[in-house]
C-alpha cells in the first residue's frame, strides 16, 4: 500500500450474538503504510487469516470498550503472536479495567511470549489524543452506552511548511469509529467533516423501544449523525442478530443520508 492510499477493511460487523454471516466487531484501519486493528471480538483473527494480513505490520490495536463482543477475540490473537515468535511490541489502548483482566490469561497461556505488552490506559469519557506519528494521530470520541465507551478518530496529518518559515501539519484523511452508542449529537463537533464515518446501527427505527433500552442506535440515527456531521461517506454495522435481511439497514438510512454502505465482512473501504 502506497503512503497516499487509506482504507479500512471489515473483520466482523454484527452484535454480540454471532450469525452465520456476521461476527462480532472488528476493522483493519491502513493509513500511511500504517495498520491499526480497532476493536477485536472472536473471529477477528481467522478473518485476518483468511484475507492474508501480515500480523507482523500490525503493532497497535485500539478497544471501543470492554463488552465481550469487542474484545474476547484478543486473547487469541496475542497468543497466536507469541507462537510466532513475535519480537516487536505490541501497543493496546484501552479502558484500564483491560490489563487487569487480560493479564492473568496472558500470564497463564502466553508466559514464553517473546514480545512486550504495552497497555495505554484510556479515559472514555474525554476527547483526547492518545496515539501519534510523524503522519497519524488517533483521538478518542466519547460515545453513550451502558459501560464506558469511546469511538477513534483517525487523522493523516503531514508536516508543512508555512509562508512564514515556520511548521505546521495538515490535516488529509479522516476516519471517524462509532462503535456501540445511543444517539448523541455531542459527537458531532468532534467527527465534523469526516472523509468517512462507520456508525453503529444495531437496530431498526420499529425496534427504538429495544434500542433505547440497551443504549444503541437504529439505522436512521447514524444517518442522522452522518447528516449533521457533514461526512462524506457513512457505513453501517453491528447488526442485531433479530435482523437477518441487512438491506433493511440500509432502506432506512438512505433517505436521510444517501451516500451510506453497509459493513460486510471483507468488505474493503477507500476512506
Not at 514464553?112 to 476527547?127: A, G, S
Not at 436512521?220 to 452522518?226: C, G, H, R
Amino acid at each position: 500500500m502506497s503512503v497516499s492510499e487509506a482504507r479500512v477493511t471489515i473483520l466482523g460487523c454484527g452484535s454480540a450474538k454471532p450469525t452465520r454471516t456476521t461476527s462480532p466487531s472488528g476493522q483493519l484501519v491502513e493509513l500511511c503504510d500504517k495498520s491499526f486493528l480497532v476493536d477485536c471480538g472472536e473471529g477477528v483473527l481467522l478473518t485476518l487469516q483468511r484475507l492474508g494480513v501480515h500480523t507482523g505490520r500490525l503493532y497497535n490495536i485500539f478497544i471501543s470498550h470492554l463488552h465481550g463482543d469487542h474484545c474476547f477475540g484478543l486473547i487469541g490473537l496475542l497468543t497466536t503472536l507469541g507462537m510466532l515468535k513475535r519480537t516487536q511490541p505490541m501497543h493496546i489502548y484501552a479502558h484500564p479495567d483491560l490489563e487487569r483482566l487480560l493479564t492473568p490469561l496472558l500470564e497463564y497461556h502466553c508466559n514464553d511470549r517473546l514480545y512486550d505488552i504495552i497497555f495505554h490506559p484510556i479515559n472514555p469519557r474525554k476527547h483526547e489524543l492518545i496515539y501519534e506519528d510523524r503522519t497519524v494521530s488517533v483521538e478518542t470520541v466519547p460515545l453513550k452506552h451502558s459501560v464506558p465507551t469511546c469511538g477513534f478518530l483517525f487523522k493523516e496529518t503531514h508536516r508543512i511548511k508555512n509562508a512564514d518559515g515556520t511548521f505546521g501539519h495538515e490535516t488529509r484523511k479522516r476516519y471517524a469509529y462509532c462503535s456501540d452508542t445511543q444517539y448523541s449529537e455531542k459527537i458531532i463537533p468532534i467527527i465534523e467533516g469526516v472523509c468517512t464515518l462507520y456508525h453503529e446501527s444495531t437496530f431498526l427505527q420499529s425496534m427504538a423501544k429495544r434500542c433505547k433500552e440497551v443504549k444503541h442506535s437504529t439505522a436512521a440515527d447514524a444517518a442522522t449523525i452522518a447528516q449533521k456531521a457533514g461526512a462524506g461517506k457513512l457505513i453501517l454495522g453491528h447488526y442485531s442478530a433479530r435482523v437477518e435481511d441487512h438491506g433493511l439497514f440500509l432502506q432506512e438510512a438512505k433517505p436521510i443520508f444517501d451516500n451510506t454502505f453497509l459493513a460486510e465482512e471483507n468488505l474493503v473501504f477507500e476512506l
